[in-house]
């Protein structure tokens, strides 16, 4: 058994792992201070998750079972955890989310590209938000997490949430802005639901707080320019520029898995 601490969304988490490959996923973000809580797969929820993918190897098979496991611990502690892509711009955070597949990874990269280098990732497939309140007013802050998809792109750091936006394809760019009441279907589909109903009800709430006190967009898209400028101009409230130099896709690959 290998037992190590981890930090994630200002949260210490014990993880108690029967691979010491947790330990090396997670290397950006250990830690050695007291832990809030521990978590620990079972034999039997990973021989569950071995039935439903038994092409893919136990180490992997756990390292994604904690990650559901510490999800289910964060809405006592004000947070939850979200499917999406989170970028950063000048210290604000946007989360793009969607199905997968939609194009998530390639909107944010053009971001980046176009936008240039005041645009960073905080996380690529699954960050955790804190939802706090001070004197009535309610924050969202976004962090990243060492589970970030395919891509690994992330970094071990946060920002205040200014815009959510829900992307889809499209043959027109075009963005609009959506009530609470019409994301509520779309954001439930992207949330990690916890185990325990009183984790689960915690989670609502801190999910309406998300949803009434954040910009909320549809973006309909292609996969060029005009598509950044559309989205960029309407989350940031910002006139579009374009960066003096375009990053290739393996440059800003490298730039998003640099370790910080």
Request: proline fraction near 4%; charged fraction near 30%; aromatic fraction near 12%.
């Amino acid at each position: 058994m290998d037992v190590f601490n981890i930090e994630l969304a200002g949260l210490t988490i014990e993880i108690r792992s029967r691979f010491e490959y947790c330990r090396w996923f997670s290397r950006d973000y250990l830690s050695d201070k007291k832990a809030e809580f521990s978590v620990f797969v079972s034999d039997e929820r990973l021989e569950k998750m071995r039935e439903h993918s038994p092409d893919i190897r136990d180490e992997f098979l756990e390292r994604d079972a904690i990650y559901s496991a510490i999800a289910s611990k964060l809405p006592y502690y004000g947070r939850f955890a979200l499917h999406g892509a989170c970028i950063s711009h000048k210290n604000t955070a946007y989360l793009f989310t969607a199905a997968s597949g939609t194009g998530k990874s390639t909107h944010i990269r053009l971001w980046r590209r176009y936008v240039g280098e005041d645009v960073d990732i905080l996380n690529g497939d699954k960050p955790i938000f804190w939802v706090s309140e001070n004197d009535g007013k309610v924050s969202v802050r976004a962090f990243g997490t060492p589970w970030c998809g395919k891509e690994g792109w992330n970094r071990r750091k946060s920002a205040n949430v200014g815009a959510i936006c829900f992307l889809r394809r499209g043959e027109e760019n075009k963005i609009s802005s959506v009530v609470p009441g019409d994301a509520i279907p779309l954001m439930l589909k992207q949330m990690f639901h916890p185990y325990e109903p009183e984790s689960t009800a915690i989670m609502l709430e801190l999910f309406d707080k998300m949803i009434t006190n954040v910009p909320l967009y549809a973006l309909d898209c292609d996969i060029s320019e005009d598509a950044v400028k559309c989205s960029f101009e309407a989350l940031t409230g910002e006139k579009y520029k374009r960066s003096a130099v375009q990053p290739t896709d393996e440059e800003i690959n490298r730039i998003w898995r640099m370790r910080t």
